[in-house]
């Protein structure tokens, strides 16, 4: 009784949505209830794809939730014009579908299906719909970028895996770059996004980001569409300029991020232009000096500005008065510190270290310990 209930409800659906030809072998590898479903069901494909989702939640009941994956690309052959389709099957394959696995490695293959869909269904279908290229920054910034427990570095290190080979470390030669079209990206526009607001270190998840936030926003034809695109390509310029660029020993796939604030003159840059698109924006205007407060610590530590104050108002918001919070910043900073003195970067070893010690010094921590601990870390 119940999958006649969603069967009829379905079809009430479908009624308002235009039928679309469903595309001549559309899904070759379908079972055969599922074929025989979108061949009786003919134009009405909106129907179609929900008979499709009902077959692909009874597998994923029965422990199989990797035919949602097929699914995905089924439901897409069939709804190929209805763009926000792409947007929340990628982001359930991603998120709802990764999250119920346990350890990392199980969990990536999930949030790399929902990128590929993006990149192989979507874009290839609906290129022109600036709501994709939004799609694929919203979920680099949420699943690859952004987090902080382990699964989170693990997200970063295989997409950087997934990168390296394609785009090397910078400085990267556009567009002299060849496997981008695999990927939906234009080596022009890669070219000029580094060169206005690079360089980008192109293995990153947040240089992904800025260029697919910036695709959808100059594609956009509404201001109120288009305002989501921008904060999005700012938050992937700031997350490029605070730890956006990769350092590793030859060879090895592991690798430490250190910050970029050379690039912090860009961001400002970036905002200038959001802002002459969106002037009236206040959360624009609010986000430039939150950003101008998060920064200080890290400029002043790099020699790029002389406002200690800053940098301790900077100390505070990090830790919030937590001691325990403000040793394990210092920690972080001072162990990322020495792992970029072994690999041969003096420049972002000096200027991580001075982090850590505005850090300990704000905090009233004994500054020999938090080496000590760094040390400790490294050698085990």
Not at 346 to 358: N, S, V, W, Y
Request: with cysteine; proline share 7%; glycine share 10%.
């Amino acid at each position: 009784m119940r999958r006649w209930l969603v069967i009829i409800a379905a079809l009430a659906v479908a009624a308002s949505l235009r039928p679309v030809p469903r595309p001549r072998r559309a899904m070759p590898d379908a079972p055969p209830g599922v074929s025989l479903a979108a061949t009786a069901l003919g134009g009405f494909n909106g129907v179609a794809a929900s008979y499709v989702w009902l077959y692909a939640s009874r597998r994923e009941e029965a422990g199989q939730p990797f035919e949602l994956v097929r699914a995905a690309r089924w439901v897409s052959a069939l709804q190929p014009n209805l763009g926000s389709l792409y947007d929340f099957q990628a982001w359930n394959l991603a998120t709802n579908v990764a999250d119920t696995f346990g350890s990392p490695p199980e969990r990536w293959p999930w949030v790399e299906a929902g990128l590929n869909l993006l990149y192989d269904e979507g874009l290839a279908r609906r290129g022109d719909d600036p709501r994709l290229p939004g799609a694929l920054a919203s979920l680099l910034l949420g699943r690859v970028c952004g987090g902080q427990d382990d699964a989170a570095e693990y997200f970063r290190q295989a997409f950087a895996a997934r990168w390296t080979p394609i785009v090397g470390p910078p400085p990267t030669r556009w567009p002299a770059v060849a496997g981008l079209e695999r990927w939906r990206m234009e080596a022009r526009s890669c070219a000029e996004i580094d060169s206005r607001f690079g360089p980008l270190d192109w293995r990153t998840g947040w240089a992904h980001a800025l260029y697919w936030a910036r695709r959808g926003a100059l594609a956009s034809p509404s201001r109120r569409q288009s305002r989501p695109l921008w904060s999005w390509q700012i938050e992937a310029l700031r997350g490029a300029c605070l730890d956006g660029r990769i350092i590793t020993a030859p060879g090895q796939g592991v690798f430490v991020t250190v910050p970029m604030p050379e690039l912090a003159v860009k961001v400002e840059a970036l905002y200038d232009e959001a802002l002459a698109r969106l002037p009236r924006d206040q959360g624009l205007r609010a986000g430039r000096q939150a950003w101008r407060d998060e920064a200080a610590l890290m400029l002043v530590a790099y020699g790029l500005s002389s406002d200690e104050s800053a940098a301790e108002r900077t100390v505070a918001a990090l830790t919030d008065g937590d001691a325990g919070m403000a040793q394990s910043v210092a920690d972080s900073y001072a162990l990322r510190a020495l792992l970029c003195g072994r690999l041969g970067d003096a420049a972002a070893a000096r200027g991580l270290t001075g982090m850590a010690q505005r850090v300990a010094r704000s905090a009233g921590l004994d500054w020999s310990a938090v080496q000590r601990r760094a040390g400790e870390a490294l050698g085990r």
